[in-house]
């Protein structure tokens, strides 16, 4: 059966528009690369679809900036005139922006301060102020932190120091562990183990406060107890 000529309008169907578009494309992809090598033709060819959707072909061993170079020098179009007026464009507004940040940035130091107008030095003035606010409030938040965490730390050492004590007296009346009479600088000797380290708590007599004249008489306590850990 001979195959039926189609209408050539737009296909009102959404799916069979697409399922067209595909086909077509394909098939025209294909005469392209035909012609590439039956020919030694170099073809480029820019397909969107109604979604936006880029599809492209280009010949072997070209760029597509080649094939429009070329056809710029054989059509006598300069087809990049448009392209390069407008980043000529967005450049000149860079570097404007970027005269005024400098500008902005020196009058900030004191400088370029001649060109400003009352009412620009007075605006100048309070954005100044109100930055200077800014930082002085970030620095006290920021110190405010460190103190915090300071105090937190200082807590927690006094914390571990009262536990500690508290443990050595325990221990202390504890008769599984050995009390020791020196009779040096210090009254006795407190031997104990401590998770497989031998620890030892020595007591100073309260008599010996001679030999630090900057520190006052005071009846022995836990914080007169010195701890020393020695590793077996």
Known sequence: MARGKIQIKRIENQTN??????????????????????????????????????????????????????????????????????????????????????????????????????????????????TFKLVRERKIKSLGNQIETTKKKNKSQQDIQKNLIHELELRAEDPHYGLVDNGGDYDSVLGYQIEGSRAYALRFHQNHHHHYPNHALHAPSASDIITFHLLE
């Not at 025209?28 to 033709?41: G, M, Q, R, S, Y």
């Not at 900036?65 to 300069?78: F, G, M, N, P």
């Not at 922006?97 to 003035?125: A, P, S, Y």
């Open 17 to 130: 528009r697409q399922v067209t578009y595909s086909k077509r494309r394909n098939g025209l992809f294909k005469k392209a690369h035909e012609l590439t090598v039956l020919c030694d033709a170099r073809v480029s060819i820019i397909m969107f679809s109604s979604s936006n959707k880029l599809h492209e072909y280009i010949s072997p061993n070209t760029t597509t900036k080649e094939i429009v170079d070329l056809y710029q020098t054989v059509s006598d179009v300069d087809v990049w005139s448009t392209q390069y007026e407008r980043m000529q464009e967005t450049k000149r507004k860079l570097l404007e922006t970027n005269r005024n940040l400098r500008t902005q940035i020196k009058q900030r130091l004191g400088e370029c301060l001649d060109e400003l107008d009352v009412e620009e030095l007075r605006r100048l003035e309070d954005e100044m102020e109100n």
